[in-house]
Every structure is written in structure tokens, then in C-alpha cells.
């Protein structure tokens, strides 16, 4: 239902963060013993049989149609954009545009991080391919853990908002990337992920506070302008990361990690504008005057805006 979209969009989004560990822990091992070239034909397999199952045991629920009814190329993707701009009651666009600011910015900090991780960790504490997949699966496995606690109990048992828990997975993240940026022995390493363990949370918020305030035919919409702005995160924040760790490694290591405190203010401040702009919705919700509000087609639309 409606309450739970959150926690169950977070358990799906999860699934990543079990695949990723078992991923990272093999790699290390896989690519010391069997070569690099071995390791890409296991992932090209892998790939092979997960195209395989989408093929024949998925089942194609789309509605057959005539092609020449179809859209053309521009107006689909003017059409996605409408749905995140147009005028909606209240604050809802403003929140819409909003958590599409949040969502490529919460992304932008774990993608960067990740491209220069081993770089970093070999360089200031001489660790192994291998360790390295292990200390990788254990950072990857916390974020899981993190996702099904902030979700699965802040937010279906507590009913916590979205947007609180977006200020403290934002919070968190610039604490979390202050000890990285201070660490100088391995075992401080790995217990800075136990503050880390919000971030896997932050972008199954993004989706679930956009899915709450569009209609129900326009989530695929919204969702693909959603991962197009999240698509040109890495070709972004991976040259950047990269730039300032190859200028500052000598001096201090972990200066890229200051990168992800700067990105996190902003995202701290976006979810603090979506929490009041929610409470100035939930208000005007309460007036009995917008239920007869002629923009809106039936008191129905107030519970998905």
C-alpha cells in the first residue's frame, strides 16, 4: 500500500548492496588466481544468465498497442520532463524538483568515493588486492544493513518521514566522510562504516518521496528522469574524485573525502526544504477548502500529491 512504498522500494534497492559484497569479496580473490581476462568472462556469464531469466521467466504484462500511435522520440522525453515541472497543488512541484536535485547529489559522494578506494587504501596502508574485496564487501554489507534497519524499522514500525530520514542518512554522511578523511591505521578503517550505514538508505528516500507526490500513471515518468539525472553522475563525480585524490594524495590522502562533506550540506539543506515544504502540504491538506480546490479532479489526488 501507499505507507509501505517506502520500506518496500528500500528492500529492492537493497538487493544491490547483498550482490555488491559477495561481488567485491570474489574479486580480489578471482583476480589474484584466475587473471583479470577470466574474471570479466565469469561477469559477461553472469550477465548472460540474468538476461536469460528477464527473457523467459518474466512475465510481459504491456498491453499490446499500434507503433504508429507511438510518441515520437522528443515528445516521450518532453513529456517525462512536464510530469516533474508541471503545476500541482500546494507544494508538491516543489518538492518533486526538489528531491530531483537531492537524488544525482546523495549518489554523487558513493560513486566518486568508490572510484578511488583502492587507490587510497593501497597507498596509505599498503593493503592487498584481496584485502581489499574484503574490507569492500564489509563497507558494502553495512549499507545494507543500514537500509533494512532505516527502513524496514525507522520507517514501517516507527512511521518515521521520508524526509527526516533523508536529514539523518545526510548528517551521518558528512560524519562518516570527516573520519575517512582522518583515519591513519587500518582498524580505524573499518569502523568508520558503522557511521557509514545510512547511505544505502538516502536513494530509496529519493524514490520513495517522488513516487508519493505524482499520480500513479505518471511513476514511470518521473522515475526515468530521476535515473537520467543520476546516469551522468559518474561520468561527473568519478573525474572529480579521481582529480583531487591525484592532487592531494601526497599531502593528505584522504582530501577527496572533504568532497563528500561539501556534498552533503547541500542535500542536508534540500531535505530540510522538502521536510517544511511536507508540512505546509499536510496543512493545506487539512483546510477544508481545497477539497473543493477546482484544480484538482477528486479528493483522491490529495492523498498521492
Known amino acids: 500500500n501507499f505507507e509501505d512504498r517506502t520500506f518496500r522500494l528500500g528492500f529492492v534497492n537493497s538487493m544491490y548492496c547483498i550482490a555488491y559484497p559477495v561481488g567485491d569479496a570474489l574479486s580480489g580473490i578471482l583476480t589474484v588466481n584466475l587473471g583479470f581476462i577470466i574474471v570479466f568472462l565469469i561477469c559477461v556469464s553472469i550477465n548472460c544468465v ?13 498491453v499490446k498497442y499500434d507503433p504508429a500511435s507511438v510518441e515520437t522520440f522528443t ?4 513529456g517525462n520532463v512536464k510530469v516533474a515541472i508541471r503545476k500541482r497543488p500546494n507544494t508538491s512541484r516543489k ?31 599498503g593493503w592487498t588486492e584481496t584485502i581489499y574485496g574484503y574490507y569492500a564487501a564489509f563497507q558494502l554489507f553495512g549499507l545494507f544493513v543500514g537500509a533494512i534497519f532505516t527502513l524496514g524499522f525507522l520507517s514501517k514500525k516507527l512511521g518515521m518521514e521520508d524526509s527526516k530520514l533523508g536529514l539523518i542518512a545526510s548528517a551521518m554522511d558528512m560524519v562518516s566522510a570527516t573520519l575517512y578523511t582522518l583515519v591513519q591505521t587500518s582498524w580505524q578503517m573499518c569502523v568508520v562504516p558503522v557511521f557509514d550505514v545510512f547511505h544505502g538508505a538516502a536513494q530509496s528516500i529519493c524514490t520513495s518521496i517522488l513516487t ?15 535515473t537520467f539525472l543520476e546516469s551522468i553522475v559518474p561520468s561527473l563525480a568519478t573525474p572529480l574524485y579521481n582529480f583531487v585524490y591525484i592532487q592531494t594524495f601526497e599531502i593528505l590522502p584522504g582530501a577527496h573525502y572533504l568532497l563528500s ?17 511536507e508540512a505546509e502540504l499536510k496543512l493545506a491538506q487539512k483546510k477544508p477548502s481545497v477539497c473543493f480546490d477546482p484544480k484538482i479532479e477528486s479528493p483522491a489526488d490529495l492523498s498521492t500529491t
Open 50 to 62: 540474468a538476461l536469460w531469466i528477464g527473457i523467459y521467466f518474466i512475465e510481459d504484462t504491456s
Open 75 to 78: 515528445d516521450q522525453i518532453w
Open 95 to 125: 518538492i518533486i524538483l526538489l528531491t530531483l536535485v537531492a537524488a544525482p547529489l546523495v549518489r554523487s559522494p558513493l560513486v566518486g568515493e568508490y572510484s578511488v578506494l583502492y587507490l587510497f587504501v593501497r597507498y596509505k596502508f
Open 212 to 226: 508519493k507526490h505524482v499520480e500513479s500513471n505518471e511513476l514511470a515518468k518521473i522515475t526515468s528522469v530521476k
Open 261 to 277: 562533506v561539501c556534498l552533503g550540506l547541500p542535500i542536508f539543506i534540500i531535505f530540510w526544504s522538502i521536510r517544511s515544504s
